[in-house]
Structure formats: structure tokens, C-alpha cells
């Protein structure tokens, strides 16, 4: 854009449009981006209809400066009747109908733009962002795009984005040589030493892998993913110390279970079991949906309505192994107490309910049943079904 700014700059200065265009007022337009006043000044000046070519690019560039595309389109669309090789004029087109949000019209004339000239960089970067979500075309474009110029960072970091999809040993390598040639130009960008490090995480190159991950730390990059990346790469090397120092730098909210499986398999390759009981429990309970033991609760009670109490029972012990949740407990107590009028085991389940401290606004009345139930022999009465 600098470039096309100096371009018009010097074209508006150099005093060969016509006579009564006032220069100086230009420039200041110009260099002020006053680019609506420049547009309306020269609408005033040249008359229609307007041949000049460089008449027609000031009036196309300053109308699409100022958000006026439609304009802009026009005109420039006048300067392709004239001459339609100007690679320039369709390159604008293509990018005032991107501006729109026409992508399909904007690809003609990006497309029009390689059948002149199939050394365009410039335009296979642009097909390559245009085709995302085309995994055939676009890896074609951003192939093309590195092929013309191997150290532009954005090319690189898509075009290595789409090998790291395909996750194959011989894909990933084509993903480290395109890395290679743009860090080697750019050592500090941080978008691509991410990829880099992801490939080499992916490749299990594990030493390799915690040296770039320690550059991203240092660099501020504290993502759970790249913690992960050098933690399993830790772990892959058996140092389980320092796989489980690197896990804990990531925030307690940002745990998941992958991270609490590989804790557990760090204490039990470390003999402390103790621990990796209490990490395989998170890793299963973080694995399974909260609301699995309500699943189990409803599943029980439709049994208990059709008095399949064996069922019943099973259900309701297996919402116990996801969750201790009261109200499993009173279901249990009142199977035991109603349906197969065992006393004995029911009060056991009564008392589990009350000891596991029921929410007393929303299960006040089953609080109240429970302990009526565990109430001495002389006050009790005869159950009934709840």
C-alpha cells in the first residue's frame, strides 16, 4: 500500500494531468487521507466522459480509499475495457469484490490475473487464504505461493497448517522444511516456532520438542497445549519428575483429563500409587459428562416404577461409582424399604442419606421421611411408598 501511496503521490505531483487540476490541494488531500474530498475534487474536474487512463486510476484509487467501491468498480472496470492485461486493475477488481464479500467474483479476476502471469505471488497467497475449507485447492495455491517466495511467514504458517492436519510421517517432514526456510529468515516469529514445535511434537522428536517449548515459555507463549507438548515430551523420556513439574504450570481450571491421566501414569512409573489412584479418578471423572449419575438416577426410577427392583438397585449403584449423590442413597433406602421390605439394609441407606447432607430447600420432604424412618421403634410408623 506504501508503495502504490508514493506511486499516486508522485503521479498527482508530476504535473502532466491537466492543467487545472490544483496539485497542491491534491497532495493535501492525499496526504492527510482525505481520500472523499480528493474523490468529489476530481469528479469536478474531469468531465465525462473521462478516457484518460491516469484520470480514471486517480478517480478508481481515491473512490475505493474512501469506502466508495462501487465507485472504485466502475472506474476500474472502465480501465479494463481499455486494456484488459493490466494485471493491476484486476488485481484492485479482485480485492474491491473481496471487500464486498463477492469471493466467487474475486476469484475470476485473481484467476485472470495467473493467466497473465503465473509468477504471481501476490495472487496465489491471496487463492490460497480465498480457498480455506478447499483442502485440494488451497494446499495447491499455498504450495505455488512458497515455491515463488519460501520466507513469507503467513504462507508458511497455512501452508504448514495444512500438512499438520494430514499428520503422516513424510507430510510432516515437507512441513519442517517449509518451517525451516521461514524461521530461518524470521527467528522471532512466534506463530511459526509454534508450528515447529507442534511438528516436532508430532514427530516425537522429545529433546527437541522441550527446547522450543522453553523458547515459547520464555517468550510469554504459556498455552496448556505447548505445556502439554513438553510435558508428554518429558514423559516420553521417562523423566516423570519433570513431567509432573511442567503439568502443574497449568492452571488448575485449565486441567483436563488427558493431563490428569498422564499425572497418574507419571506416580505410578514412580511407585506412588496413592497418587495415581487420586489422578485416574480425576482423569475418569473429568472423562465423563456431569451428567451421567442423574442418567443413572432416572434409569432407576423408571425401574422402580415397573417394580424391577434388581434393575432398580443396579442402576442406582451405578450413579454411586460417577458421583456420590444424596438422593442416590434414598432411592436405594426406599427399594430396600418398600419393594423388598428389607428393614435393615434401607435404614443403612437412610442414614448414608442424611450423612451425605441432603440440600434441605429442594429435598426437605425426603430429609423429613428419612428421619422418620430412623426414628426409635415406639414412634415409628407403618411405610409407605415415596
Request: hydrophobic letters at 40%; one cysteine or more; a positive charge.
Amino acid at each position: 500500500m506504501k508503495c502504490i501511496w508514493t506511486f499516486l503521490l508522485l503521479l498527482f505531483v508530476s504535473g502532466r494531468l491537466f492543467a487545472q487540476v490544483d496539485n497542491a490541494l491534491l497532495l493535501d488531500y492525499i496526504q492527510n487521507q482525505k481520500y472523499k474530498e480528493a474523490a468529489q475534487y476530481l469528479k469536478g474536474i474531469y468531465a465525462e466522459p473521462i478516457t484518460d487512463d491516469k484520470a480514471l486510476q486517480n478517480l478508481a484509487y481515491t473512490s475505493r480509499m474512501s469506502g466508495n467501491l462501487a465507485d472504485a468498480e466502475n472506474y476500474y472496470l472502465r480501465l479494463l475495457q481499455k486494456d484488459s492485461t493490466k494485471t493491476a486493475v484486476l488485481f484492485s477488481l479482485g480485492n474491491i469484490n473481496l471487500n464486498r464479500q463477492n469471493k466467487q467474483k474475486a476469484l475470476v479476476y485473481y484467476k485472470k490475473i495467473l493467466a497473465l502471469d503465473s509468477t504471481n505471488f501476490s495472487v496465489y497467497k491471496q487463492l490460497g487464504d480465498l480457498t480455506q475449507g478447499d483442502t485440494v485447492n488451497c494446499l495447491m495455491y499455498l504450495q505455488k505461493a512458497n515455491s515463488l517466495n519460501p520466507i513469507d511467514a503467513d504462507v508458511a504458517y497455512d501452508l504448514s497448517r495444512i500438512y499438520l492436519k494430514k499428520n503422516k510421517p513424510d507430510v510432516l517432514i515437507l512441513a519442517t522444511n517449509v518451517l525451516d526456510k521461514a524461521l530461518k529468515a524470521d527467528t522471532a516469529n512466534l506463530f511459526l516456532l509454534e508450528t515447529k514445535t507442534n511438528v516436532l511434537y508430532l514427530q516425537k522428536r522429545s529433546k527437541e520438542t522441550i527446547d522450543a517449548c522453553n523458547k515459547l515459555i520464555a517468550n510469554g507463549n504459556r498455552a496448556p497445549q505447548v505445556i502439554s507438548w513438553m510435558a508428554i515430551s518429558y514423559f516420553r523420556l521417562r523423566q516423570y519428575k519433570q513431567c509432573l513439574a511442567t503439568f502443574r504450570m497449568v492452571p488448575d481450571e485449565k486441567q483436563s483429563e488427558a493431563i490428569f491421566f498422564y499425572m497418574a501414569e507419571c506416580y505410578r512409573a514412580l511407585n506412588d500409587n496413592p497418587n495415581a489412584i487420586a489422578y485416574y479418578q480425576k482423569a475418569i471423572k473429568d472423562g465423563i459428562s456431569g451428567n451421567v449419575p442423574d442418567y443413572y438416577i432416572d434409569l432407576g426410577d423408571c425401574y422402580a416404577n415397573l417394580h424391577q427392583s434388581g434393575k432398580a438397585l443396579a442402576a442406582y449403584q451405578r450413579s454411586l461409582t460417577f458421583d456420590d449423590r444424596p438422593l442416590t442413597y434414598y432411592s436405594l433406602a426406599n427399594v430396600y424399604d418398600v419393594e423388598l421390605k428389607d428393614s435393615k439394609t434401607a435404614i443403612k441407606y437412610f442414614k448414608k442419606y442424611l450423612a451425605a447432607k441432603p440440600n434441605p430447600v429442594e429435598e426437605q420432604k425426603y430429609i423429613d421421611y428419612a428421619k422418620f424412618k430412623l426414628a426409635p421403634p415406639a414412634t415409628a410408623s407403618t411405610s409407605t411408598s415415596h
